[in-house]
Protein backbone atom coordinates (compact mmCIF):
# COMPACT_ATOMS: atom_id res chain seq x y z
CA UNK A 1 0.00 0.00 0.00
CA UNK A 2 3.08 2.25 1.32
CA UNK A 3 4.32 1.74 -2.56
CA UNK A 4 0.87 2.89 -4.03
CA UNK A 5 0.44 5.37 -2.21
CA UNK A 6 4.06 6.79 -2.91
CA UNK A 7 3.22 5.96 -6.84
CA UNK A 8 0.37 7.93 -6.93
CA UNK A 9 1.98 11.14 -5.08
CA UNK A 10 -0.03 10.98 -1.91
CA UNK A 11 2.31 11.55 1.20
CA UNK A 12 2.14 9.50 4.63
CA UNK A 13 3.09 11.56 7.94
CA UNK A 14 3.50 9.84 10.82
CA UNK A 15 3.11 13.04 13.36
CA UNK A 16 1.42 13.78 16.32
CA UNK A 17 -1.21 16.11 15.48
CA UNK A 18 -2.09 18.82 17.95
CA UNK A 19 -4.43 21.16 16.83
CA UNK A 20 -7.53 20.83 14.34
CA UNK A 21 -8.46 24.10 13.02
CA UNK A 22 -12.34 25.38 11.93
CA UNK A 23 -13.62 28.14 10.81
CA UNK A 24 -16.58 30.00 12.46
CA UNK A 25 -19.35 27.74 11.19
CA UNK A 26 -16.97 25.19 13.02
CA UNK A 27 -16.06 23.35 9.43
CA UNK A 28 -13.07 22.32 9.21
CA UNK A 29 -10.16 24.02 8.01
CA UNK A 30 -6.84 22.64 8.91
CA UNK A 31 -4.72 20.06 10.94
CA UNK A 32 -1.97 21.28 12.83
CA UNK A 33 1.00 18.83 13.83
CA UNK A 34 3.28 18.88 16.59
CA UNK A 35 5.94 20.23 14.43
CA UNK A 36 3.56 23.75 13.87
CA UNK A 37 3.25 22.43 9.98
CA UNK A 38 -0.25 23.31 9.40
CA UNK A 39 -1.81 21.11 6.75
CA UNK A 40 -5.03 23.03 5.06
CA UNK A 41 -8.06 20.49 4.81
CA UNK A 42 -11.67 21.11 4.08
CA UNK A 43 -12.32 16.70 5.59
CA UNK A 44 -10.82 14.40 7.50
CA UNK A 45 -11.34 10.88 8.36
CA UNK A 46 -10.10 9.66 11.85
CA UNK A 47 -9.48 6.46 13.07
CA UNK A 48 -8.61 5.24 16.27
CA UNK A 49 -7.57 1.83 17.07
CA UNK A 50 -8.75 -0.10 20.28
CA UNK A 51 -12.04 0.89 20.30
CA UNK A 52 -13.87 -0.53 23.44
CA UNK A 53 -16.49 -3.03 23.58
CA UNK A 54 -19.36 -2.06 26.38
CA UNK A 55 -20.13 -5.19 26.52
CA UNK A 56 -19.78 -5.76 30.48
CA UNK A 57 -23.52 -5.02 30.99
CA UNK A 58 -24.11 -7.95 28.63
CA UNK A 59 -21.87 -10.48 30.52
CA UNK A 60 -23.34 -9.68 34.05
CA UNK A 61 -26.42 -10.98 32.62
CA UNK A 62 -24.71 -14.07 31.21
CA UNK A 63 -25.34 -13.32 27.43
CA UNK A 64 -23.66 -15.33 24.61
CA UNK A 65 -20.80 -14.02 23.05
CA UNK A 66 -18.11 -14.81 20.30
CA UNK A 67 -14.62 -15.53 19.69
CA UNK A 68 -14.30 -11.30 19.41
CA UNK A 69 -16.53 -10.67 22.68
CA UNK A 70 -19.37 -9.37 20.32
CA UNK A 71 -22.40 -10.05 21.90
CA UNK A 72 -24.34 -13.30 19.65
CA UNK A 73 -28.15 -12.49 18.31
CA UNK A 74 -30.91 -14.15 16.30
CA UNK A 75 -30.24 -12.78 12.94
CA UNK A 76 -33.88 -12.01 12.83
CA UNK A 77 -35.33 -10.94 15.96
CA UNK A 78 -31.89 -9.09 17.76
CA UNK A 79 -32.70 -11.29 20.78
CA UNK A 80 -29.78 -12.86 22.82
CA UNK A 81 -29.79 -16.21 24.15
CA UNK A 82 -31.10 -14.98 27.21
CA UNK A 83 -34.73 -14.20 27.20
CA UNK A 84 -35.61 -10.80 26.84
CA UNK A 85 -32.21 -9.65 26.36
CA UNK A 86 -32.08 -8.21 23.19
CA UNK A 87 -28.59 -6.17 21.38
CA UNK A 88 -27.81 -4.29 18.49
CA UNK A 89 -25.40 -1.88 16.77
CA UNK A 90 -21.37 -1.78 17.53
CA UNK A 91 -22.41 -4.50 20.73
CA UNK A 92 -23.10 -7.40 17.96
CA UNK A 93 -20.06 -8.40 15.45
CA UNK A 94 -20.70 -6.17 12.31
CA UNK A 95 -19.03 -2.80 10.50
CA UNK A 96 -19.50 -0.27 13.27
CA UNK A 97 -22.07 2.11 10.95
CA UNK A 98 -24.85 4.37 12.50
CA UNK A 99 -26.99 3.10 9.73
CA UNK A 100 -26.56 -0.60 10.95
CA UNK A 101 -27.04 0.22 14.41
CA UNK A 102 -30.49 1.94 13.78
CA UNK A 103 -31.64 -0.83 11.66
CA UNK A 104 -30.59 -3.18 14.29
CA UNK A 105 -32.14 -1.26 17.04
CA UNK A 106 -35.69 -0.86 14.88
CA UNK A 107 -35.66 -4.51 13.83
CA UNK A 108 -35.27 -5.59 17.30
CA UNK A 109 -38.31 -2.95 18.64
CA UNK A 110 -40.91 -5.50 16.44
CA UNK A 111 -39.47 -8.50 18.20
CA UNK A 112 -39.56 -6.96 22.03
CA UNK A 113 -43.14 -5.78 20.89
CA UNK A 114 -44.17 -9.12 19.82
CA UNK A 115 -42.80 -10.62 23.13
CA UNK A 116 -44.78 -8.02 25.26
CA UNK A 117 -47.64 -8.79 23.93
CA UNK A 118 -47.22 -12.45 24.46
CA UNK A 119 -46.61 -13.76 20.95
CA UNK A 120 -44.46 -16.52 19.94
CA UNK A 121 -40.82 -15.73 18.75
CA UNK A 122 -39.56 -18.06 15.32
CA UNK A 123 -37.18 -20.33 17.54
CA UNK A 124 -40.16 -20.31 20.46
C1 LIG B 1 -14.34 8.42 15.68
C2 LIG B 1 -15.51 7.66 15.14
C3 LIG B 1 -16.01 8.00 13.90
C4 LIG B 1 -17.11 7.32 13.36
N1 LIG B 1 -17.60 7.68 12.15
C5 LIG B 1 -18.69 7.09 11.67
C6 LIG B 1 -19.24 7.51 10.43
O1 LIG B 1 -18.76 8.43 9.77
N2 LIG B 1 -20.35 6.86 9.98
C7 LIG B 1 -20.94 5.85 10.68
O2 LIG B 1 -21.95 5.33 10.24
N3 LIG B 1 -20.42 5.43 11.86
C8 LIG B 1 -19.32 6.02 12.38
N4 LIG B 1 -18.79 5.59 13.57
C9 LIG B 1 -19.38 4.44 14.23
C10 LIG B 1 -20.67 4.80 15.00
O3 LIG B 1 -20.40 5.88 15.88
C11 LIG B 1 -21.15 3.59 15.78
O4 LIG B 1 -21.29 2.48 14.90
C12 LIG B 1 -22.49 3.85 16.45
O5 LIG B 1 -22.45 5.00 17.25
C13 LIG B 1 -22.88 2.65 17.30
O6 LIG B 1 -24.10 2.92 17.93
P1 LIG B 1 -24.50 2.07 19.18
O7 LIG B 1 -25.84 2.59 19.61
O8 LIG B 1 -24.37 0.62 18.88
O9 LIG B 1 -23.39 2.37 20.29
P2 LIG B 1 -22.99 3.73 20.98
O10 LIG B 1 -23.26 4.90 20.09
O11 LIG B 1 -21.61 3.51 21.48
O12 LIG B 1 -24.00 3.84 22.18
C14 LIG B 1 -23.93 2.98 23.29
C15 LIG B 1 -24.35 3.78 24.51
O13 LIG B 1 -24.50 2.90 25.62
C16 LIG B 1 -23.90 3.49 26.74
N5 LIG B 1 -23.54 2.40 27.65
C17 LIG B 1 -22.53 1.51 27.53
N6 LIG B 1 -22.54 0.66 28.58
C18 LIG B 1 -23.60 1.01 29.34
C19 LIG B 1 -24.13 0.50 30.57
N7 LIG B 1 -23.60 -0.56 31.19
N8 LIG B 1 -25.21 1.12 31.08
C20 LIG B 1 -25.77 2.19 30.45
N9 LIG B 1 -25.30 2.70 29.31
C21 LIG B 1 -24.23 2.12 28.76
C22 LIG B 1 -22.71 4.25 26.21
O14 LIG B 1 -22.32 5.27 27.10
C23 LIG B 1 -23.31 4.83 24.91
O15 LIG B 1 -23.96 6.07 25.12
C24 LIG B 1 -17.70 6.27 14.11
C25 LIG B 1 -17.19 5.93 15.37
C26 LIG B 1 -16.11 6.61 15.88
C27 LIG B 1 -15.58 6.24 17.24
Redesign the pocket.
Known amino acids: YREKLKKNQIPVIEEEVCEVHVNAKQQLTAIQLASGKIIEAEKA????KG?KL?N??ALQLGVQVNENNHVVIHPRTKETNIKGVWA????VAHS??????MG??TQAAIWIHKRLLGQPLPYD
Request: hydrophobic share 35%; net charge negative; no cysteine.
Open positions: FTAFNNELGGDLEQVTISDG
